[in-house]
């Protein structure tokens, strides 16, 4: 990744900067340069901001904002980068909160691809964004200021880290976790598989259980072939005996159904003694039911002549019904005629009534015809009225509403002079606060450094005991020396007499000595040797050399560190400020005292536009009406003009006149409603009179027609044989209703006759099939039938019992049996990859896993290639070693690193380096990771690291060293960029990117591309 472009606005202590990366981003090394809390650091927040909305160092992203930004500019950052030949933009503003507000401004994202000039929007949400910025880095937050941007005392982190936080982040970077979570799989799969193994053999087992047998089979633990086999036998043996007893069952139900035929017949002939003594019972209750059929057949006779006769009863019901309306209509005619009689004397005095009145409603008709424009347009009269009125009693108002309106505008005045002075004072103090915010700021970084002094004066001091400390161990250390150092003579020495004795023990009085061939004559005494651990003592004393190399060696650079940081705070006493805490605190007091002012200030503003609103309204509104004068002065002169006119016509006020002309004209449309009552009722009333007369003639003829025909009918009546069952018309109406019941009747005797008949012929016939039969004994034969039945249900059931037991174990067998061979079949691969899961699992007794295995091989990569820049840099002194922990197994088990010393010959804890060589270390780790991970992860593009700080520890001849090595990474494709304020640098590294102070804000220039 390349960065092209930045744009900064309230950024930190950027108000508005454009940085234009593109211009130096292709030099192979660069310097990023600036005093102490410039603000170059903060560039590299912004990097972090725009892509992942965090920051380098974790602080919260709400303090990015510049303190002195006013409430209506947002901060905004714009971060244009390559990538692998494509151009993209991150645009993404800030959420804030504006002062006087509970809720924030929202914050902005948006990512863009740039081709051809053309923007193609990829993503505008916080989560797709992210997503996205992921895909194309290939590295989250964490992984991006890990390997790209090196922040202040965070790239030796990797190096520092135990062994568990290096397997966190190698399983990030390589994507390890793949093989963990392969691993983790399978482990469940495996152990899923184990325990449905196992669970299915305890569940086969527990199944033995179901099988029922004489006697009960053995307990087993583990399933084999052989239980099976025992199984089976005892089967067969139940199957054997199902089969015996089935053949004597069969036997048994031969025998019953022999005896449940006879009974069978026995029984049908019972079954017809009974039915004859039933048949003689019926035939004799048959016989006393003759008598109320005969009755029944004379009621039939009766029904039958009456239905003949229905017709004529019917008739003559008619007739007596129309003769009973003939004469209650006649009735009604009557009193008709009689109502209109009445009706015909009213309508002739309503006449007479009609002609005196018609005279006196001609002279009211014309006085209406008069006034009737009045009436019909009497609203405008009234309003005419109402107008003069509200005319009069405004115009009298209007004097009073111009004297108001003169006090309005001068109150008007005397406001608005009132906000000017308090709208000035505000500007006054506005700018006052203004200049407190950035003496606030000036404090604050005062008082930060002064934090960092006493922080850094502290370190110093316990520096200075641990210094102490250890320069006191070198002294016992070199006291330690110096005595084994005696030790180690005096064993030296022992061995010589230990070799003289073993000569002189050789030798005897009178021998030729063996060098010199002389004759001896006294043989010296043996020396007495003290004896001692002389191989222990050797290792001690290397040991104690060793140590006292590598405590002088950290001395060494803790004195060189203790004197140029003891140089650096004396340095810094000239400018630091010890007051910057109470001043800041007098400041802010003054600051707070500057806002209340200002607060009441805009309260006062704020109150008095209130007033001015309320009087202009009250102006406008006031000018208004006085404007209307003219215009009702003319409206009065309207308004008298229309009264006139009304009272030279009509002599009563508007509402008498209203009741007048209402009275009047309700007088004429009753006398007008009278007059066609009276015609119309006159006419209608002849016609119907007429019409009456008519029908009481027609009625009277009628009755006369209906009586004639009544005598005929009683005629025929008394005349035929229907009078023998009724004695008139009336009661052989009322018996019509009896027919319903004739069908009844008859059916009733033709089902007497029936049966009668059908009992005797069966009686008949029974007798003589049973002339020469005996009743039989059912009791007897009944009795043998249960016995059988019970003799073969109780063998069934037993039978059913053990065929039931032989079925059932039978299936079970098969059932058990068949899934004993799946079982069987599977017991093979589960046992092979129970064991891949223990291998893979680091659970054999190599103790390694998969991932494990695989994080070494990436970390053994990552020390070859961090080796190669260390042993560049330290002049081929230390490279990088993983620290051997032996297992049973053998094999690397850690992923701690450690550092050989090839002057010392021998490994060093990471942390016994000095400053200036920790970061060498850490610098040549970094670039290592970041060259590997290029070469492993296709998807990952490292083409530029920044590195903040840490050249300040390196002396000149490292220092060139270093810068030297950082150059020849050009040759791999990557460059550059360090940030520091060591004036060294700036004379080694042509290419820069000033960060300087301009206005009290940062700003950035970049120099000698």
């Not at 008007?412 to 407190?436: D, P, R």
């Amino acid at each position: 990744m390349k960065p092209i472009r930045l744009e900064l606005k309230e950024f930190g202590p950027y108000k508005h900067e454009i940085v234009e990366w593109g211009k130096i981003i292709n030099e192979p090394i660069f310097l990023i340069t600036g005093k102490t809390g410039s603000g170059k650091s903060t560039l590299f927040d912004a990097f972090v901001y725009a892509l992942y909305n965090k920051t380098t160092s974790g602080k919260d992203i709400a303090s990015l904002r510049t303190k002195t930004a006013d409430d209506k500019t947002r901060t905004t950052v714009i971060f244009d980068f390559e990538l692998k030949n494509k151009l993209y933009r991150v645009e993404r503003t800030l959420a804030y909160t504006k002062k006087g507000n509970k809720n924030q401004t929202s914050g902005k994202v948006a990512l863009i691809e740039i081709v051809d000039n053309n923007e193609n929007v990829l993503a505008t949400k916080e989560q797709d964004v992210k997503e996205k910025i992921e895909q194309i880095i290939g590295l989250d937050d964490k992984q991006f200021c890990q390997l790209i941007i090196l922040p202040q005392g965070k790239f030796k982190d990797f190096l520092l880290s135990k062994s568990s936080e290096k397997k966190e982040t190698l399983r990030s970077l390589f994507n390890t976790f793949f093989y963990q979570k392969f691993i983790d799989k399978l482990s469940s799969y495996a152990k899923e598989q184990d325990n449905d193994y196992k669970l299915k053999e305890r569940e086969l087992i527990t199944k033995f259980d179901q099988f029922i047998f004489d006697e009960k089979l053995d307990k087993f633990e583990f399933l084999k072939e052989e239980n099976f086999e025992n199984v089976i036998i005892q089967i067969n043996n139940q199957g054997n005996i199902v089969s015996e007893k089935e053949n004597v069952l069969a036997n048994l139900n031969k025998e019953l159904e022999k005896i449940r035929e006879e009974h069978t017949k026995i029984i049908k002939l019972n079954d017809k003694f009974v039915e004859f003594d039933e048949l003689k019972e019926k035939h004799e209750e048959l016989t006393k039911e003759e008598n109320n059929i005969i009755e029944i057949q004379n009621i039939i006779k009766k029904l039958e002549e009456l239905e003949k006769n229905i017709d004529r009863i019917s008739e003559y019901n008619k007739l007596i019904t129309k003769e009973n309306e003939l004469v209650k209509r006649k009735e009604n005619l009557e009193i008709d005629f009689k109502d209109y009689s009445n009706k015909r004397d009213s309508n002739l005095k309503l006449g007479e009534q009609i002609e005196v009145e018609q005279k006196e409603i001609e002279v009211i008709k014309n006085k209406l015809a008069e006034v009737k424009y009045f009436y019909d347009n009497i609203s405008v009269f009234e309003l005419a009225f109402k107008e003069k009125k509200e005319c009069e009693t405004k115009l009298k108002e209007f004097d009073k509403n111009k004297l108001e309106l003169s006090e309005y505008k001068e109150n008007i005045l005397n406001l608005e002079q009132s906000n000017k002075k308090y709208l000035e004072k505000s500007e006054c103090l506005k700018t006052n606060i203004s200049k407190f915010d950035l003496s606030i700021v000036k404090k604050e970084v005062e008082f930060e450094n002064l934090k960092k002094y006493k922080n850094e004066k502290s370190s110093l001091e316990k520096n200075k005991v641990e210094l102490e400390a250890k320069i006191d161990k070198l002294k016992l250390l070199r006291q330690k020396q110096s005595d084994l150092k005696n030790k180690v003579e005096e064993l030296e020495k022992n061995k010589e007499k230990e070799i003289l004795n073993a000569f002189l023990e050789e030798l005897h009085d009178g021998d030729n000595c063996p060098l010199c061939q002389q004759k001896i004559i006294h043989v010296p005494e043996v020396i007495d040797v003290k004896h001692e651990e002389d191989t222990l003592i050797n290792k001690e004393y290397e040991d104690t050399n060793k140590e006292i190399i590598r405590l002088e060696t950290i001395i060494f650079n803790e004195q060189d560190d203790y004197k140029k940081l003891q140089l650096q705070l004396n340095e810094q006493e000239k400018v630091i400020n010890f007051d910057s805490e109470s001043e800041l605190e007098i400041i802010k007091e003054e600051k707070e005292e500057n806002e209340k002012s200002l607060k009441a200030s805009q309260k006062s503003i704020a109150e008095n536009q209130i007033q001015l609103n309320n009087l202009n309204s009250k102006v406008i509104e006031l000018e208004k009406i006085i404007e209307s004068e003219g215009d009702l002065k003319e409206k009065l002169a309207l308004a008298n003009s229309k009264i006139e006119e009304y009272n030279k016509k009509v002599q009563l006020n508007i509402i008498d006149f209203k009741e007048y002309y209402k009275g009047q004209e309700q007088q004429v449309t009753e006398f007008n409603n009278n007059f066609k009552k009276y015609t119309e009722e006159k006419s209608q009333l002849q016609l119907k009179e007429k019409e009456l007369e008519i029908a009481i003639k027609n009625n009277k003829e009628h009755i006369i027609s209906i009586n004639s025909d009544l005598e005929e009918l009683l005629d025929r009546f008394n005349n035929s044989k229907l009078k023998e069952y009724y004695s008139d018309f009336k009661e052989a109406h009322e018996a019509i209703e009896d027919l319903k019941d004739l069908k009844d009747y008859k059916e009733k005797v033709d089902t007497y006759n029936l049966a009668k008949k059908s009992l005797a012929n069966n009686i008949k016939k029974l007798e003589k099939e049973l002339s020469k039969e005996v009743k039989p004994n059912l009791e007897e034969i009944k009795e043998r039938v249960q016995l059988q039945e019970e003799k073969v249900s109780d063998f069934g059931k037993q039978l059913a019992v053990q065929k039931n037991t032989y079925n059932t174990n039978k299936e079970l067998y098969s059932e058990l049996y068949d899934e004993f061979k799946v079982w069987e079949s599977n017991i093979k691969e589960v046992r092979e990859i129970i064991t891949l899961s223990n291998v893979l699992s680091g659970k054999t007794e190599s103790k390694k896993s998969l991932e494990t295995y695989v994080q070494g091989y990436y970390l053994d990569l990552i020390l070859e290639a961090g080796s190669k820049r260390l042993l560049q840099m330290s002049n081929d002194r230390y490279r990088f070693e993983r620290r051997i922990e032996k297992a049973k197994g053998g094999g690397l088990q850690g992923l701690d690193i450690e550092i050989y010393d090839v002057y010392l010959n021998s490994n060093r804890i990471v942390n016994s380096l000095s400053g200036g060589e920790l970061f060498l270390a850490s610098l040549s780790l970094a670039l290592g990771l970041a060259e590997v991970i290029q070469n492993e992860s296709g998807g990952i593009s490292l083409e530029t690291i920044f590195i903040d700080e840490g050249f300040g520890s390196l002396d000149s001849e490292t220092l060139d060293t270093a810068i030297t090595t950082l150059i020849d990474l050009q040759s791999y494709g990557r460059n550059i960029g360090i940030i520091s304020h060591v004036s060294e640098l700036k004379d080694r590294i042509r290419s820069k990117v000033e960060v300087y102070s301009e206005n009290n804000y940062a700003k950035v220039r970049i120099t000698g591309v």
